[in-house]
Structure formats: structure tokens, C-alpha cells
């Protein structure tokens, strides 16, 4: 006789085993086209998985696939090939592929609640709410704020220089700038990293993705009942509570005592207070910490890390950064020589260097949609997508597609002229995504990385030295973002 226990843990088992075996036979049951990459190699830790991906895209378009089957861990996902359907889900079919599928828990984790993690309803609503907070007049308004900020970021830089004798990490310092930005528009905070990279700020700060413990998150969004029930948080309680004191001290602080700093803050403030007309959505305290959260987890290492990039690869083209350098001096003779939103906005030739940095690094390279109602694709293949098949965007390859960039590893801002731009579908660039759940945030990461860039060249010259890598290496724990592994370090000197 085989004692209960074990017989219960065997059926349990044998079980698991079938059911493993029917999700991992999605795709062949359903005759779809495939193509042999596995989300296994998020937990292998060898290499990005954008690699990964890139791989698979390659053998698809050799294979001329608009689309292949792939599992997520266990998850039935579909990476995409074809631009036309991609722009299918991103844009025409996105009341089919709203969400990108992750874990939200209401309850006690108020950072899960940020708006890059919301689904349906609740998303549009806060989408809806907080997308003016993002206009042309309001970064107007703020770029004083971040100008400042960019003052100092060039004084510690001329400090670094004199102090490691030339040779800075420039990753670090980007990464301290963008911090106090971010800290300062969406937290309200001076929180001088600065001067001080110690700060607890920056320090939480780094932590932001790499808490986030891939496997789980990914766990959850695939079973959201169970960790529901598990009261599962995405964020460890150290972060939850830190980040949501400061945001309630501040709020409380600046209603005391009527003050106003123009910053995003103010204007969730305001829209929190502001008498809801009906039917409409009132905010309350713990979207405030979430919407704050999700401005510093989605803006910070972006936008640093594309600073960064871009330095990079000045340094090792100076052909393009002597013309950058020219044309920030023929925008300011325009201006009279002011520094300010309409001639940094004038500076064609480092919103080009900018974004051929975002092309050949885009800081999120990839993103995730998950289908919400079965849809029959209008292809020759014509397959059915069912309910919570999960989509895979894969940004960097085709960034890196030949296709559409010639010589893709070159650095060539060229590339985003005018001409160059309208030649190519608009789906073969995709830094900030696309469609109604596209960045809300494009027009500010673009002005705070283009004034970083432009503020650095005004004053520094940057070139290679022996420190300097041949190539960047990702972090491949770093799922969502692109960070580099070793910084980055280049030689700076001060422009005559
Ligand atoms: C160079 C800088 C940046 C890049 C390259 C970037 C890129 C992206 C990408 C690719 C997405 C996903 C879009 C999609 O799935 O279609 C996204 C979403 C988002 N980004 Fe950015 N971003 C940058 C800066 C920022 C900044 C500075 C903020 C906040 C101040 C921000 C806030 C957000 C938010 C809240 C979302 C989620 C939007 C939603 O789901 O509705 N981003 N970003």
C-alpha cells in the first residue's frame, strides 16, 4: 500500500506535469507559426534578453513570419515581426491590447498602482486625468526648475575632472542629475545628489527595478487571484513606506502652508482638490504616491542612461560632436545667447544626436501588451489571439533591423533628418512606444536629456581613454530597462 501523502504528492505532480505540458503546446495546437527563443533566458542571467529576442526577430524575417509563438516562462506570448501588425496592436486594434499584464495589488501596495502597471478601466481614468500634466506650456513652465538643476550638474562635473584627473563616470553623474530632477518635479524634494551620491534618495533610487524580483512579478501577473490572495507586493516594504512619507509629508506641507513650485506635484495636488465634475475619477492620496512613483521609476534611468549613451558615443565620433557643439552655438546666436526652453527646442542637430542614441540604445527595449478579447489577425496566416496571450514588442531589434537602419551599429544622427525620417514607417522607431499608452512623458524626457546633452557640450569635451569599454554590456537582471554594466568613463575636458 503507497502511504496518502505520497499519493496525493504524486497525483499532484502528474498533474502539474500535464498541465505544464498543455501550456507548453499552446502554439502547436493552435498549428501557429514558432520560432525558438524561451523566456528561460531571463532566468539564466547570461545575456539580455533583448538578445534574445533579437535572435528570434532575425530568423522570422528570414522565414518571412509576421508573427511567432513563444512562451513567457509557461505564458502563450507572440513576438512580433511585422510592422503593419504591430501597428495593429499598438495603435488601430489597441481596445484589443490595452494593458501590458502586470501584477497591480490595490490593496497594499500603492507603488504597483502606478499607471505603467494599470489595467483597463482604471488606467484610462488616471491616463486621462494626468496626460495635461504633460503639455508644451507645462514644460515651459518647469524648465527653470530642471535648468537649475543642469547648473549644478555642470559645476559637480568641473569638480569630478579637476578631482579624478580627467577621467569621470559619466553614468554616475547622469544618473545623479536625473535623480534630482525627478526628485525635485515629482516629489518636491532638493535632494542634492549631486553633491551627495549618498543621498537616500539616490540610494532607493538604484534599488527601484532592481528590488523587483523578476521571476515573482512575472509569477504574479500570471496568476493575479492567487498572489491577490497572497496580499503579494511588487515593492518591498522599505520602498512602499519611504516612498509614500515622503509624498504625504510634502502634500501635507505644501496645502498647510499655500505653497507652489510648478512642478508635477502641484498639478497632481490640484487635481486631487479640484471639484470632480460627474462621473469623473477623484484621486486620491494613494494615486498621488503612485503617480509620483511611477514618474521616477519610468524617468529617472531612462532618461540618464540615454545621457549617458549619447556621451558614449560622442566621445568616440568627435566629427559629430563638433557639429553638435556648432549648432548649440548657432541656436543661442539666434537666442542672444539665452539658455532657454525655445532655443534649446531650436537645436535640431542634438534632438538628432538624442535620438540616434534612443535608437541604437533604447533604454526600454522592449514592450509587452496582452491581449483583453480574442482577435483574428487580417494576414495571410490570419491567426486568432486569444484572451491573455501576452504580445512582445521587441523595440531594440528592430531599432538594429537593417532593413530600416543601414549599418545599424554606426552612430549616424543623419538618420533622423527630415527626409530620412519620412522614408521609414513610423513603427521602426519606437524609443517611447506608440499609441494611446505611448510614454506620457516623451516631451519631458526629451527636454531634460536634450538640455543634459547640450548643457555638457557647452562646456566639456568629451573623448575616449583606456578606461573607456569597446562595447556596452546590459545588464541581463535588468529586464525592463537598459543599464550598463561597469559604467562608463570617459576623458572630460573643459571647452576653450
Ligand atoms: C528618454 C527618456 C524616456 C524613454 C526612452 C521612455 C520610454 C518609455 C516607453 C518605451 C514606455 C512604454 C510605452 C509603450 O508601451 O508603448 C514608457 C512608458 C511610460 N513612461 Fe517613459 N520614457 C522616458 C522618460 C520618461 C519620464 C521622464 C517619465 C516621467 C516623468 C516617464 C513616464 C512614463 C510613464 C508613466 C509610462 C507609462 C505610460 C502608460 O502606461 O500609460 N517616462 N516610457
Not at 513563444?70 to 484589443?96: G, M, N, Q, R, S
Not at 569621470?168 to 534630482?180: G, H, K, N, P
Not at 525635485?184 to 537616500?200: I, K
Not at 512623458?441 to 562646456?459: D, P, S, Y
Request: net charge positive; proline share 6%; with cysteine.
Amino acid at each position: 500500500m503507497i502511504p496518502i501523502p505520497l499519493a496525493i504528492f504524486t497525483l499532484i505532480i502528474f498533474l502539474a506535469i500535464i498541465w505544464l505540458h498543455y501550456q507548453l503546446t499552446y502554439w502547436r495546437r493552435r498549428k501557429a507559426p514558432t520560432v525558438p527563443t524561451t523566456g528561460l533566458y531571463k532566468l539564466r542571467n547570461r545575456e539580455h534578453i533583448a538578445y534574445s529576442y533579437q535572435r528570434a526577430y532575425h530568423q522570422m524575417k528570414r522565414e518571412n513570419k509576421g508573427y511567432a509563438g513563444i512562451y513567457t516562462l509557461i505564458t502563450p506570448t507572440l513576438l512580433i515581426a511585422d510592422l503593419e501588425i504591430l501597428k495593429l496592436i499598438l495603435v488601430t486594434e489597441f481596445e484589443v491590447f490595452p494593458d501590458r499584464g502586470f501584477f497591480v495589488n490595490y490593496k497594499s501596495d500603492p507603488l504597483s498602482r502606478n499607471m505603467a502597471r494599470l489595467h483597463g478601466e482604471m488606467w484610462r481614468k488616471i491616463r486621462t486625468k494626468i496626460t495635461p500634466t504633460f503639455t508644451a506650456a507645462r514644460m515651459r513652465q518647469m524648465f527653470g526648475n530642471v535648468e537649475a538643476i543642469g547648473r549644478h550638474f555642470m559645476q559637480v562635473m568641473e569638480k569630478q575632472a579637476e578631482r579624478k584627473r580627467n577621467v569621470v563616470e559619466v553614468r554616475d553623474l547622469c544618473a545623479r542629475f536625473t535623480t534630482d530632477v525627478i526628485g525635485n518635479v515629482a516629489f518636491g524634494l532638493d535632494c542634492n545628489s549631486l553633491e551627495d551620491p549618498n543621498t537616500e534618495f539616490r540610494l532607493k533610487g538604484d534599488r527601484t527595478f532592481s528590488d523587483v524580483n523578476p521571476f515573482w512579478d512575472m509569477l504574479a501577473s500570471h496568476f493575479p487571484k492567487l498572489f491577490t490572495w497572497l496580499d503579494y507586493k511588487v515593492a518591498t516594504p522599505e520602498l512602499i513606506s519611504f516612498y509614500s512619507n515622503i509624498v504625504c509629508r510634502t502634500v501635507e506641507y505644501r496645502e498647510k502652508n499655500g505653497v507652489r513650485r510648478n512642478d508635477f506635484l502641484d498639478l497632481l495636488i490640484e487635481l486631487k482638490n479640484r471639484p470632480q465634475q460627474e462621473g469623473e475619477y477623484q484621486l486620491e492620496m494613494d494615486d498621488l504616491i503612485a503617480q509620483s512613483f511611477a514618474f521616477f521609476s519610468a524617468g529617472f534611468e531612462t532618461s540618464s542612461n540615454t545621457m549617458a549613451f549619447a556621451l558614449y558615443e560622442l566621445a568616440k565620433n568627435p566629427r559629430v560632436q563638433e557639429r553638435a557643439r556648432e549648432n548649440i552655438a548657432e541656436a543661442l546666436r539666434k537666442h542672444q545667447g539665452v539658455f532657454s526652453y525655445d532655443s534649446l527646442n531650436e537645436m535640431t542637430y542634438i534632438r538628432q544626436v538624442v535620438q540616434e542614441t534612443l535608437r541604437k540604445y533604447p533604454p526600454v527595449p522592449s514592450t509587452k501588451r496582452v491581449c483583453r478579447r480574442s482577435y483574428k489577425f487580417p494576414d495571410r496566416q490570419g491567426l486568432t489571439v486569444e484572451p491573455y496571450v501576452h504580445i512582445i514588442i521587441p523595440i531594440y531589434a528592430i531599432h538594429h533591423d537593417p532593413e530600416y537602419y543601414p549599418q545599424p551599429e554606426v552612430f549616424r544622427p543623419e538618420r533622423f533628418s527630415a527626409e530620412e525620417r519620412q522614408r521609414r514607417h513610423p513603427m521602426a522607431y519606437l524609443p517611447f512606444g506608440a499609441g494611446p499608452r505611448i510614454c506620457i512623458a516623451e516631451r519631458f524626457g526629451m527636454m531634460e536629456t536634450m538640455m543634459g546633452v547640450a548643457l555638457l557640450l557647452m562646456h566639456f569635451k568629451f573623448s575616449p581613454c583606456k578606461e573607456t569599454a569597446e562595447n556596452l554590456i546590459f545588464d541581463p537582471k535588468n529586464v525592463f530597462v537598459f543599464s550598463i554594466r561597469g559604467g562608463i568613463h570617459l576623458r572630460v575636458e573643459k571647452v576653450q
